[in-house]
């Protein structure tokens, strides 16, 4: 059954006196899209995390991210910038002689710029930290996956109730089709006799020129190609494989047979349906942009 490419996953676990939350998202996307954002001291789990979600999906674009909250798994650390420093100073220096300024260019002056020390945040890695994100990780994956499959069920009812449309209008095309080269023919056959009057040197090649004339409206063959890719989409439908690629190039032959039904046919009736066909099938296309 196809699955669909939205969904969302969540979930939390206890760390030391802290929490950790792992949220995993998905949206649509042409293609397969992976983006993580993890603590730094986590950046070793990101190609774990890439193979995972490349082995559960195939298209859409998923964002995984890693929460830590509290605990005391990190290290408040002073970072000082001796370069950036010594460039402070020598310009400092360089300024006084160029303005010819007094004054002394001490510790206290150079240390109140900010970017030279400053404070950071540095999480310890935790190789128990580490393996409980992954574990937390894979679980909000897998609700992910739950929430598509269980999308792409109520997506499938909704198509496979507007293919079932489609095919009780093609049906009622096809009950008409027969009746159209008849009617094409004996209209096309009185109009040339109008024309002639009674004067009509080849009869049999009239009837046989007609007869071409009223096999163009014939569709006969595009009935069966339509009805066979019908077919083709709902046992598409009903696969075990991503499907959404499938079925979009299969609508698309669904709608140029269904143009050409019109455009042969020349008929108003099936003209009628056929537009029925088309805004049924375009509903179908706007469900099939959600499908994996």
Same mark, same amino acid.
């Given at each position: ?10 979930? +939390? ?24 954002r993890l603590p730094k001291s986590m950046g070793h789990l990101e190609e ?159 009837? +046989? ?84």
């Amino acid at each position: 059954m196809i699955t669909s490419m939205t969904g969302f996953g969540r979930r +939390q676990g206890a760390w030391q006196d802290g929490l950790v939350t792992v949220e995993v998202r998905s949206v649509n996307h042409r293609f397969l899209e992976i983006g993580l954002r993890l603590p730094k001291s986590m950046g070793h789990l990101e190609e774990r995390f890439k193979k995972i979600v490349q082995e559960h999906c195939t298209r859409g674009r998923i964002d995984l991210t890693v929460l830590l909250q509290g605990g005391r798994g990190g290290v408040r650390t002073l970072q000082l910038d001796v370069g950036l420093a010594k460039q402070y100073h020598r310009n400092l220096r360089t300024l006084q002689r160029t303005l010819k300024l007094g004054g002394s260019i001490d510790i206290a002056l150079v240390a109140g710029f900010r970017d030279i020390i400053a404070l950071s945040d540095q999480p310890v890695e935790d190789p128990k930290l580490a393996k409980l994100v992954e574990r937390l990780g894979l679980q909000a994956l897998h609700d992910l996956m739950k929430m598509r499959k269980k999308e792409g069920a109520l997506l499938a009812g909704d198509i496979l109730g507007r293919l079932a449309t489609i095919r009780e209008l093609k049906g009622r095309v096809a009950g008409r089709a027969p009746a159209i080269a008849q009617e094409v023919f004996a209209r096309m056959k009185l109009r040339v006799e109008k024309l002639l009057g009674g004067d009509i040197p080849d009869l049999p090649r009239l009837h +046989q020129e007609v007869a071409l004339y009223a096999d163009r409206c014939d569709i006969t063959e595009e009935l069966v190609r339509l009805d066979a890719h019908m077919v083709q989409f709902q046992h598409t439908v009903h696969g075990v494989e991503s499907a959404g690629k499938t079925l979009d190039f299969l609508l698309q032959e669904m709608a140029r047979e269904m143009n050409t039904i019109g455009s042969k046919a020349n008929d108003s009736a099936i003209t009628a349906v056929v537009v029925q066909m088309k805004a049924e099938l375009e509903r179908v296309r706007e469900q099939v942009q959600n499908v994996e």
